[in-house]
């Protein structure tokens, strides 16, 4: 489906009802959300994209900063929506979809109805709570981060290895993505370098001066918005709850004991915790 510049997102489309979009992560395809999806759809018109520079979709090379900034990305999904006939939708994210999910909701609080971000912090908070040791778990947005080149070969040299280490390390459950799923995601990643970098990379630079911004004119998320998040704060240090209300003042914060991988390692939870999502009316 034509979104931008010559961009075309891969989705998708499943259900009929009110519209939820759904947003995969790193480093995953839309095929992450099959089981939430399924049951979703019993009542909603699910749309399940793949990310400009992911899986299916269009990978433009980033000719500036904001090629793959969430500010584009988020326009995307946007564009996407009302492609197929929704001007507002309800909006949900996991990892870096859920980034992409949380611009969405402060660029375009008119189109976002309800708002949900699996396992991650704002990008602004994840760049401030990272430091000393602990921050060794997030070695990768550190490689990523760096100018172009370095990053892209030595990814490239190891990928399988590069982006398998992530679905380990980060899987409570193996089960939860069986072999075919893992060589989904393998295969869609080792062809998707150059744009998987340039995504982090946003995040490093142009994504922080968006957030910075915010901050600043005190704009927060309008709609209800559910936090699904591992207890982070334990191990590193902070509060996420706090963080998360800073930015969304009508917020539900839900501590999970499964992995990071949580739309794989338990459907059903967050399946119910997105239709009682959809269920909040605005503060």
Not at 28 to 55: E, F, K, N, S
Not at 189 to 199: F, L, T, Y
Request: aromatic share 8%; charged share 20%; with cysteine.
């Amino acid at each position: 489906m034509p979104v931008a510049d010559g961009v075309e997102l891969h989705a998708a489309v499943s259900g009929s009802g009110s519209p939820v979009v759904l947003l995969h992560g790193f480093p995953q395809t839309h095929l992450m959300w099959r089981h939430v999806a399924a049951d979703l759809a019993a009542d909603h018109t699910v749309i399940c994209p793949d990310l400009r520079g992911y899986g299916a979709s269009d990978k433009p090379a980033a000719t500036g900063p904001d090629t793959y900034s969430k500010r584009t990305m988020a326009a995307d999904v946007v564009a996407l929506a009302r492609a197929l006939g929704h001007e507002r939708f309800a909006l949900a994210g996991h990892d870096r979809g859920a980034l992409v999910a949380v611009r969405a909701g402060l660029d375009h609080p008119a189109a976002v109805t309800h708002l949900a971000s699996l396992d991650v912090l704002p990008t602004l908070d994840m760049w401030d709570v990272m430091h000393g040791v602990s921050a060794s778990v997030g070695f990768h947005l550190y490689l990523m981060a760096q100018p172009p080149g370095l990053p892209e070969r030595m990814i490239a040299g190891a990928a399988d290895e590069f982006f398998g280490y992530f679905l380990d390390l980060w899987t409570n459950d193996p089960a939860a993505i069986p072999p075919d799923v893992r060589a989904a995601y393998l295969e869609a990643s080792r062809n998707a370098v150059p744009s998987i970098v340039a995504d982090y990379r946003a995040s490093a630079g142009i994504d922080l001066d968006h957030d910075r911004a915010d901050r600043a004119a005190g704009r927060t998320l309008r709609m209800p918005t559910t936090v699904l998040q591992q207890d982070w704060g334990a191990m590193l240090g902070f509060d996420a709850a706090a963080l998360w209300r800073a930015w969304a003042p009508d917020l539900r914060h839900v501590p999970v004991s499964c992995g990071h991988f949580m739309a794989e390692e338990d459907p059903a939870l967050v399946a119910g915790e997105l239709r009682k999502l959809l269920s909040r009316r605005p503060a």
